[in-house]
């Protein structure tokens, strides 16, 4: 919270994979500006209210939507930031593991915003989709992670455009390398994990890697009145990764 902003004092926001990481940082920034916070993931959250939700099931996300307003009574933030990430090239990944991939990371997100959108209407609300800068590129071995961050990136557009009028904006944030508990325990698998961090540090213009709050700072942004004219948009947030040309 930078000098003592309270842009969300009494609104409520949903934000699912908010126990961990990237989700875990945007709840506490929305909370630290005056938002009620409801997150939604598996298993139980000790910092915030919580609904336990498994969005692999497709009748979770008009669960989780219910559940909030039966619990809030409203709805003006909705951050889709669960996903996953399973690494395979297409020829070497089951049908079944494309499925629940898609399922969480794309189909979710899409029923959570079906079921939200009458509630936002209500509110003239604000959703922000978590992308990744592997919806605009792609890294080795993530064919289905890749198709579901482009999918959700273009949905983020589609959404814009047909609930625009309505004074619902949708917008999608696509975070490069992110200091998250899963990137460090990923880095730890390297036999010399300091030797990649300098390596990954190098391909920064900005000299570092990303903090899960450089993101939550964004998407409040984005969620707030003053990005009131921003909509339909997928915002890049990566230390100028995907702008610098590789050298040989």
Known sequence: MSGGNMRFAGK?????GGRMGIGQAIARRLRDEG???ITAQR???AEFEAIE?????PDCPAVAIAEVIARAGRLDVLVNNAGFMQEARAEDMSLSDWNRMIA????APFLLIKAALPHLR????????????????????HAAYSATKAGLHGLTRAIAVDHGAEGIRCNAVAPGWIDTDLAEAYIDSFPDPAAFRAGIARIHPVGRTGKPEDVAALVAWLASEEAGFVAGQVWTID????VQLSLP
């Open 12 to 16: 409520v926001a949903l934000v699912t």
């Open 35 to 37: 938002a009620r916070v």
């Open 43 to 45: 298993g139980r959250d």
């Open 53 to 57: 939700a498994d969005f692999a099931d």
């Open 104 to 107: 969480i990371n794309l189909t």
């Open 122 to 141: 209500e509110s003239r609300g604000a959703i922000i989709n978590i992308g990744s800068i592997e919806g605009i590129g792609c890294n080795p071995h």
């Open 239 to 242: 230390g100028g990764r995907m």
